[in-house]
Nanobody, 113 residues
Framework: QVQLVESGGGLVQPGGSLRLSCAAS????????MGWYRQAPGKLREWVAY???????NYAASVKGRFTISRDNAKNTVYLQMNSLKREDTAVYYC???????WGQGTQVTVSS
């Protein structure tokens, strides 16, 4: 059974950086698109970034130019490099395996001084 485990969240000051990781078990990772989503308190979950199985990427307007999604198929892992973080980036971040519509458990990112 495929599972996703996120890591890398934490507390960071505005303007700082964090890198999230999402490790997948199972053998469908390399052929599946992956995504990162986030959910802030009191708000709906929103899409953040996407990477296809071939490495094509797309970003929400709110993070474009600041966040970078990447993947390492040899490690079954997708990353989200977050730079120039803002307070409004505070949320629980989830990775999503599109092939089987599977979600990770989420990792908290808090941007605060």
């Amino acid at each position: 059974q495929v599972q996703l485990v996120e890591s890398g969240g934490g507390l960071v000051q505005p303007g700082g950086s964090l890198r999230l990781s999402c490790a997948a078990s199972g053998n469908i990772f390399s052929i599946s698109a992956m995504g990162w989503y986030r959910q802030a308190p009191g708000k709906l979950r929103e899409w953040v970034a996407y990477i296809s199985s071939a490495g094509a990427t797309n970003y929400a307007a709110s993070v474009k130019g600041r966040f970078t999604i990447s993947r390492d198929n040899a490690k079954n892992t997708v990353y989200l490099q977050m730079n120039s973080l803002k307070r409004e980036d505070t949320a629980v971040y989830y990775c999503h395996l599109a092939g089987v519509d599977l979600w990770g458990q989420g990792t908290q990112v808090t941007v605060s001084s």
